[in-house]
Each structure stands twice: as C-alpha cells, then as structure tokens.
C-alpha cells in the first residue's frame, strides 16, 4: 500500500520568526498548506476545519505549552491519530526519549535548518506510514 502524499501541516508555536520561517519553508520547499498557530488554544480551535496530516508543535510555550497542546488534541477525535512533531532546543537524549513517550513521532531540533526541515517532515510522515 502506498502512503498517502502529505499536503497538510499544521505549525504551533509561539515565536512569529519561527512560524514565518517554518511556514516559507515548507510551503515553498515541500509544496504543504500550512496552517501556523501562535498557541494551543489556537490549535484546538482550528484543528478540525483545517484537518492536518501531521502537526509541528513546539514545546516551550506560554500558557499551554507542547506536550499539554499534544494531550488536549489527542483528546479530539478528529486529532486522536494525527501524528506529532516537537520542534524544540532542548534536545538531549532524555528529552527526546520523553517527547518520543508522549506520542511524538520525532523530534526536530531549534533552530532548525529552513533548507531540511520539509525533508524532515516528510521523513518523519514516511516513518508513519502516511496514516
């Protein structure tokens, strides 16, 4: 079977430069709709009429912060199998093994290279299975 192609992303994060940086390069590099979110709230609030295939999520935000945005969402049956990408600094292998435990399906490290980071999307998407 042939996994779908990934179209659909949705970006939670906090910081303007990141969402506009990540948003160019996706859109332009990978071809994806993207849909930014400066938060949770906004997340839960649009998951449903934008429909992501997969979602970027930072993890230090204010107010709801990743890995409670990550919970809230997989509490909506519309998101309850959407997989999850933390995009975040703190990177070491404990960390990541915790991100990973949460339901993440990778981890993307800050700052990221705007040149990779459709490829490090899509592969995360191929590893999937393209649900």
């Given at each position: 079977?042939?996994?779908?192609?990934?179209?659909?992303?949705?970006?939670?994060?906090?910081?303007?430069?990141?969402?506009?940086?990540?948003?160019?390069a996706l859109e332009m590099l990978g071809s994806y709709?993207?849909?930014?979110?400066?938060?949770?709230?906004?997340?839960?609030?649009?998951?449903?009429?934008?429909?992501?295939?997969?979602?970027?999520?930072?993890?230090?935000?204010?107010?709801?912060?990743?890995?409670?945005?990550?919970?809230?969402?997989?509490?909506?049956?519309?998101?309850?199998?959407?997989?999850?990408?933390?995009?975040?600094?703190?990177?070491?292998?404990?960390?990541?093994?915790?991100?990973?435990?949460?339901?993440?399906?990778?981890?993307?490290?800050?700052?990221?290279?705007?040149?990779?980071?459709?490829?490090?999307?899509?592969?995360?998407?191929?590893?999937?299975?393209?649900?």
């Open positions: 079977m042939t996994a779908a192609r990934l179209t659909r992303i949705m970006l939670v994060d906090d910081e303007p430069d990141i969402r506009t940086v990540a948003k160019l709709t993207v849909k930014d979110c400066a938060s949770g709230d906004t997340a839960l609030s649009e998951i449903k009429s934008f429909a992501p295939q997969i979602i970027l999520l930072d993890v230090m935000m204010p107010n709801m912060d990743g890995p409670t945005t990550l919970r809230a969402l997989r509490a909506l049956p519309e998101a309850k199998d959407v997989p999850a990408i933390f995009m975040t600094a703190k990177v070491q292998p404990q960390e990541v093994e915790q991100y990973l435990s949460m339901g993440a399906v990778a981890v993307i490290s800050k700052p990221f290279d705007p040149m990779t980071l459709s490829a490090q999307v899509e592969n995360a998407w191929k590893q999937t299975g393209g649900a």
